[in-house]
């Protein structure tokens, strides 16, 4: 059995914890835009199931609802995102 959480509901340390690794992975991994690192936590320790480079973005798919928790809308992560872009 399984559930979808958004964001999830884990302690303030493991946030910190993912996050800190979800950047270092998406810098070693020289991703850009937008992905998903997935994660399952297990005994208090995360570890990564897969990484998603092209994420779904209806409203019921985790990154539209992960911008909206963040006080953003995809308009605005997508002109973000552009902006950053290399040429």
Not at 13 to 26: C, F, G, N, P
Not at 36 to 55: A, F, M, Q
């Amino acid at each position: 059995e399984s559930q979808e959480i958004t964001p999830a509901e884990i302690n303030p340390y493991l946030t910190q914890k993912i996050h800190k690794i979800t950047s270092l992975v998406y810098q070693k991994m020289s991703l850009n835009g937008l992905c998903r690192i997935d994660y399952i936590i297990s005994k208090n320790k995360p570890y990564i199931i897969e990484i998603n480079t092209i994420p779904g973005l209806s409203k019921e798919s985790i990154i539209p609802q992960q911008i909206k928790k963040g006080g953003f809308n995809l308009e605005e992560v997508f002109t973000m995102c552009l902006s950053h872009t290399k040429n």
